[in-house]
């Protein structure tokens, strides 16, 4: 088909390496002469210039064929604009989006244009605001007749737009960047629809702060003769609720007057009637018809505070939107709106921008506690795995009968006869009359050694304090604990338990922290058992085993332990206890009662 003038068309899909020469160069050679790039700028969704581009370019005067090479068959060409166009390549200082909604039966491109040539929103505003604001037109199927005619109501055009604005602005980087958005005729009350049905959750992040309108129908539009042509038809409900002072409009109003008082309307209103729509002969519809007033100054003016301007435009309701460059119209007072709107755009994106930016900081810093709190819980509980399994490696060491598999002592008091008792080193009964060592702590207060490893100097698993004692019983059968009356020159203590007091003649029995008390915070091997940690929760370790295990495997873990464990078993068991400070000889003294003989 050959268009009688010249058309603009759209192309989308074009690699980020593409320049207009390029571009052109994949036309036919018959084409080229007729092919006039007029912009070459990102997609919608090219936030960090390495997508696709877009293009409008003007074919005239027919239309073009495909690109010629199959490496083009990506390319998306419509002169239909349906949706979301970018019309320009913003700086780097972008402070806002301005996006501009076309009208009833209008052309997303078209109506915005004054000639073939010019489209004041491509061609003249982005270089008057220096390119601070990324400039998009959006367009949708609006036709009243028709192979496209669809069964659409204006909430219908409104929550498309809404949901399209929120998937076009679904990126950090423009987020929470203020809007300005132009709307004429329907489009105007689309814009309303939209910002009335935003949840205030969404609202937040739609920052919209001016809006301008042309030609808006707020009270109504002159359809007398469209709703002869639409009766029967698809937009036969559309018309309907275009009409003066209808339900929906008057409903749209009240609810667009709650959630619109932040904000900065401005208006303009037509001054010449316009030609109504007459379907001809042939069955086609041709602006023949009586000339009316579409939209009444009454019907155009919201009346209410935040209408910061009301004026008057020398044009119809077609001619209203398709602003020239000059002081005859009203562009210059277009642009001193837009470029004051910028200013204050720019300081209320700074703010949005930097409050956002702390919340992002403290949220990453709330996961990096989580993620520390994490990775210390789970070095608690390898500690705990390595303590557990170390600490079976010593019983094994200084108790050669000791089953690893034994979940605890199944010995009990009751179990022993009313003469011996069994000592739990060597497991050999012993006489009570025979003095032996105590522990209060092990095995439930039931850990006894007998006179010959208690000579050895041995002790109990725990490393704690033991008592030095002997049982007999009168002859009422009551039992009775005495003092050996031991010498108290014997060797020190080299560690005691922080927690519990435990004292021990080696401090390799205990796990110590090398930061509270100036690292030289013990906890006994029981203790430890039991899960204790030092004040803080820091890592415990060990003079001879290092327990720094946040950045250790399980695995590892247990692999390190056996083989301690092994090094142990086969390490001379006479070279151990040799090591082990000795005690001095016993001397008898009279036997005196007491409670608790302490061994020193």
Not at 243 to 248: D, G
Not at 286 to 297: F, L, N, S, T, Y
Not at 519 to 529: A, E, P, Q, T
Request: include cysteine; glycine fraction near 6%.
């Amino acid at each position: 088909m050959v268009s009688s003038r010249p058309l603009t068309w759209r192309i989308q899909n074009i690699p980020a390496d593409f320049t207009e020469a390029r571009l052109k160069s994949c036309f036919h050679s018959d084409d080229k002469k007729c092919i006039e790039i007029k912009s070459l700028v990102p997609d919608v969704s090219n936030y960090d210039g390495d997508g696709t581009l877009t293009a409008t370019m003007l074919f005239s005067p027919q239309e073009p064929r495909e690109p010629r090479a199959e490496e083009y068959d990506d390319f998306d060409m419509d002169k239909d604009f349906i949706g979301f166009t970018p019309l320009n390549n913003p700086g780097g200082d972008v402070c806002a989006d301005i996006i501009a909604v076309t009208g009833l039966a209008g052309h997303a491109f078209g109506s915005w244009a004054h000639s073939a040539q010019k489209m004041w929103l491509r061609d003249y505003l982005p270089r008057d605001i220096q390119n601070r604001a990324r400039i998009l037109i959006y367009g949708y199927e609006s036709q009243l007749h028709g192979a496209n005619t669809a069964k659409s109501i204006i909430s219908d055009y409104g929550s498309s737009f809404t949901q399209s604005l929120i998937d076009l602005r679904d990126h950090p980087s423009c987020r929470d960047r203020p809007l300005i958005l132009i709307g004429h005729s329907l489009g105007a009350l689309i814009i309303k629809q939209a910002i009335t049905d935003l949840e205030p959750n969404i609202r937040a992040h739609l920052p919209v702060r001016t809006l301008i309108f042309f030609g808006a129908p707020h009270n109504g539009l002159e359809v007398t003769a469209l709703e002869t042509l639409v009766k029967g038809r698809p937009t036969q409900t559309l018309i309907s609720e275009l009409k003066r002072e209808s339900p929906t409009l008057t409903g749209l109003s009240e609810r667009f007057w709650h959630v619109a008082k932040d904000m900065t309307i401005h208006t303009y209103y037509e001054s010449r009637p316009t030609s109504t729509v007459a379907e001809g002969p042939d069955g086609q519809w041709e602006r023949r018809g009586e000339a009316k007033v579409m939209v009444e100054r009454s019907s155009a003016l919201l009346n209410f505070e935040p209408e910061k301007t009301r004026m008057k435009v020398d044009g119809d309701h077609k001619e209203i939107a398709r602003l020239r460059r000059g002081q005859g119209g009203v562009y210059p007072n277009i642009l001193r709106i837009i470029k004051e709107a910028l200013v204050g755009a720019s300081e209320q994106f700074a703010v949005a921008t930097g409050a956002a930016l702390a919340a992002e900081i403290e949220e990453q810093e709330v996961e990096i506690e989580a993620q520390e709190a994490e990775m210390h819980i789970r070095a608690m509980e390898l500690e705990e795995l390595a303590a557990e399994i170390v600490a079976e490696a010593f019983d094994v060491k200084l108790n050669p009968g000791f089953d690893q598999n034994t979940t605890g002592d199944i010995r009990n008091c009751n179990d022993y006869d009313d003469y011996n008792l069994i000592c739990d080193i060597c497991y050999d009964e012993f006489p009570k009359t025979l003095v032996h060592r105590h522990c209060y702590i092990c095995r439930d207060g039931n850990y006894n050694i007998c006179p010959a490893c208690s000579a050895d100097g041995r002790t109990c698993t725990g490393g704690h304090e033991m008592v030095s004692r002997e049982l007999e019983y009168d002859e009422e059968g009551y039992k009775r604990e005495y003092d050996p009356g031991l010498e108290q020159d014997g060797p020190e203590y080299i560690a005691q338990c922080n927690l519990c007091d435990a004292k021990s003649f080696e401090d390799r029995l205990f796990f110590r922290c090398g930061i509270c008390s100036d690292g030289n915070f013990f906890i006994c091997m029981s203790c430890r058992k039991a899960g204790q940690v030092c004040v803080r929760g820091h890592m415990l370790v060990k003079p001879q085993v290092s327990l720094d295990l946040s950045n250790t495997s399980s695995a590892i873990i247990k692999a390190t332990a056996e083989e301690t464990t092994k090094e142990i078993e086969v390490c001379d068991v006479s070279e151990y206890e040799n090591s082990l400070p000795k005690r001095p000889k016993r001397q008898k003294r009279p036997r005196r009662t007491l409670f608790l003989g302490v061994f020193t």
